[in-house]
């Protein structure tokens, strides 16, 4: 019951299909804007004008005649062939390479493409096959564009893109969109696309859904975790967006843009009706943000992505650590040791990356409990003046010979002051309310300013933020 | 009948048979009804002709179970030449015309099978019905064609639900016996109209769409 009850609360923080008509696309998206956002090519006009990238037009083919008199070779061995006034990413031919003898081109999955196949497919797009409302359109070739590095693990057989909602010059929302196998290389979250949301701040991802509501963490059928993506070139992406809607007069725009291997991000569509899905990969309500936003008065484009940033940024964190699991701590930590007896401790610890295990100061294992080991290590004759390759050796010897209920292991550190041998015992600690069982080695650390430190080894369940 | 309006009754005495002035004044019914379902419910169907135009001719046919069964007939045969003639790549209208005419072969196969069966209800559908339903292919394929199987079939799904649901409601004795009395409580049906065309709460559907939303936000 009360799960029904929040549920209904949070319901007027969404925007549903009624309120996006009725209060954000017919009062903003007027007729002549509309019809803007559905031509590509006159889009793709209108932008570049306003000075904005957008993929170069290689070609476009009204008609069958035009269709007919057609010169292929004159493509380059790479391009997108697109319907003008397609949508959701129908209809859409992408080639990657082309035959060296003859005009054949090759498809991402490596089906091969003739001049006739090529004609068929234009036939339907100028046939309105693929079109709103299957009027007749225009086909035209544009550039391809090329994957991002950091993109290509993540996406299948095509270019991820940036969905951006802007409103009242304010960008309020964002997801990156990866395509899948399942969506055919499509950037499209109906056809089983990607969708991961992003923090506005940082464009750093938080949280991914696969198609229509399946919440994700990773890749499917890998290790690669979807959030914490930092997405490059994410004040130019805001710019971008909020510059179109200054020219496309969208009040309420789905701003869509790529970023290219060799141009950087690039805009692709407006979008005059864009979609609700953008609120379940970013786990938030876009009603909500909509109107913190309605009626400021935002005079430059600057500013509108310096409230967008504000207001909807910064909670990463916290998603973060309920995403990944893991806990985000600082560089500097204050931890509670358990000791022998139960005894606890409270210090603060440095969090080193750059050490393997943790460890601790001798006096502070003497108060833990171990004093009766730390005096019978200091009887113990170490040897000194060794060189790295007898180390193995010599752990051997020194555990062989020495055997204590609290040692559980010895180690030699090489460290930049030298070489030091150190007992290990068994400590619990608690960090960040996480309970973790390390093995801690022994040393002095008495004039150092932290008795405490802990290493790689015993924070797998942590993310460090150097900033905290 | 002891309760007839007095337009309603001068109408029937001029010789206009009481069904037809009857299923002309639940219209308005069933069209809001439809859009009651789209605005609140979240049910999409193919539009608001496609339902109201099924609910009718379910409404013709002598049992709702042959209404269903023609139905579903349609959608599948429709689907069917969808694959049957991908391979020969025509252009859309050619292939509907096909498509259509194939559907018409497979409702007399149908109708005699029904026949054949002692099913006298199914064999004696009236040809209106059936042609209605044979249009509904169009829809479907067009569909197909646009948003893929699954929405086409799903859309399909909603439109038989909302038909189903107009014709228990038409056929209703009690609202029936309504209209003939007060036949213009009809007209209520345009504020409900105005409202539901204003009204921008989340949809029943979207509850479930976001649940996810609505629970960790």
Do not use: C
């Amino acid at each position: 019951m009360e799960g029904v009850l929040k549920m209904l609360k949070n319901g007027r923080k969404i925007l549903g299909m009624n309120a996006r008509n009725i209060d954000y696309v017919r009062p903003l998206n007027l007729k002549k804007s509309k019809k803007l956002a559905d031509d590509k090519i006159y889009s793709k006009k209108v932008l570049q004008k306003a000075g904005l990238p957008v993929p170069d037009l290689i070609a476009k083919i009204r008609t069958i005649e035009e269709l007919e008199k057609f010169d292929w070779s004159s493509l380059p061995n790479s391009f997108a062939l697109k319907p003008n006034r397609g949508f959701g990413g129908e209809g859409i031919v992408v080639v990657y390479g082309k035959k060296k003898s003859r005009d054949e081109w090759i498809k991402a999955n490596g089906d091969i493409l003739t001049v006739d196949d090529l004609k068929n497919h234009i036939r339907n797009i100028i046939d309105g096959t693929y079109s709103l409302s299957n009027t007749p359109d225009v086909a035209f070739f544009e550039q391809r564009l090329t994957l991002l590095k950091l993109f290509k693990p993540y996406s299948f057989k095509g270019i991820p893109d940036i969905r951006v909602i802007v409103f009242n010059k304010v960008p309020v929302m964002a997801m990156l969109r990866l395509p899948t196998q399942e969506s055919g290389g499509k950037a499209n979250l109906q056809q089983g696309a990607i969708g991961v949301g992003i923090d506005l701040a940082t464009g750093t991802t938080t949280t991914a859904v696969l198609g229509k509501g399946r919440y994700i963490e990773y890749v499917p059928g890998s290790r690669l975790l979807l959030s914490g993506i930092k997405i490059p070139y994410w004040q130019s992406i805001l710019k971008f967006s909020v510059q179109a809607q200054e020219v496309s007069g969208l009040g309420f725009l789905g701003a869509d843009i790529a970023i290219d291997k060799e141009r950087g991000p690039v805009f692709l569509e407006l979008n005059a009706r864009p979609g609700l899905s953008i609120q379940i990969a970013n786990l938030g309500g876009l009603k909500e943000r909509l109107e913190r936003v309605r009626g400021i008065k935002i005079k430059t484009v600057e500013r509108g992505i310096r409230v967008g940033m504000d207001l909807f940024g910064g909670e990463i964190e916290e998603e973060l650590e309920e995403i990944s699991g893991k806990k985000v701590i600082g560089s500097i930590e204050k931890i509670k040791l358990i000791g022998k007896e139960g005894q606890e401790i409270e210090v603060e610890a440095k969090i080193d990356t750059g050490a393997m295990s943790t460890s601790i100061d001798v006096e502070l294992a003497r108060e833990l409990g171990f004093g009766d080991l730390t005096e019978f290590f200091d009887k113990i004759e170490l040897p000194t003046g060794f060189v790295r390759e007898e180390a193995q050796k010599i752990m051997k010897d020194l555990k062989q010979k020495h055997q204590h209920p609290d040692l559980i292991d010895i180690d030699i550190i090489f460290s930049s002051n030298g070489v030091s041998i150190r007992p290990k015992v068994k400590i619990e600690f608690i960090m960040d309310q996480l309970r973790i069982a390390a093995n801690v080695n022994i040393t002095q650390r008495a004039d150092l300013k932290f008795q405490t430190i802990i290493g790689k080894r015993n924070l797998s369940r942590f993310l460090v933020d150097v900033n905290k | 009948m002891e309760n007839i309006n007095p337009v309603l009754a001068y109408l029937v005495a001029r010789g206009l048979p009481l069904d037809t002035v009857i299923m002309l004044f639940m219209l308005p019914i069933i069209v809001t009804l439809i859009a009651f379902f789209r605005q609140v419910v979240g049910i999409k169907a193919f539009g608001i002709y496609t339902p109201a135009i099924v609910t009718f001719a379910f409404l013709t046919i002598p049992k709702l179970r042959y209404g269903v069964v023609v139905f579903v007939a349609v959608i599948v045969v429709g689907m069917l030449m969808r694959y049957a003639l991908k391979k020969l790549r025509l252009l859309y209208l050619p292939r509907m015309a096909i498509t259509l005419s194939v559907v018409a072969f497979s409702m007399l196969i149908l109708l005699a099978l029904g026949g054949s069966f002692q099913r006298t209800g199914l064999a004696s559908v009236k040809i209106f019905p059936i042609l209605i339903m044979i249009t509904l292919v169009e829809k479907f394929v067009g569909t197909q064609i646009e948003k893929g199987n699954r929405t086409a079939l799903i859309l399909a799904l909603e439109t038989l639900v909302i038909s189903i649901i107009g014709f228990y409601l038409a056929s209703w004795n009690g609202l029936i016996e309504f209209i003939i009395a007060y036949p213009w409580a009809v007209l209520f049906t345009i504020p409900i109209n105005v409202f539901l065309g204003k009204w921008d709460g989340l949809r029943l559907s979207e509850y479930v769409r976001f649940r996810n939303v609505l629970k960790n936000m």
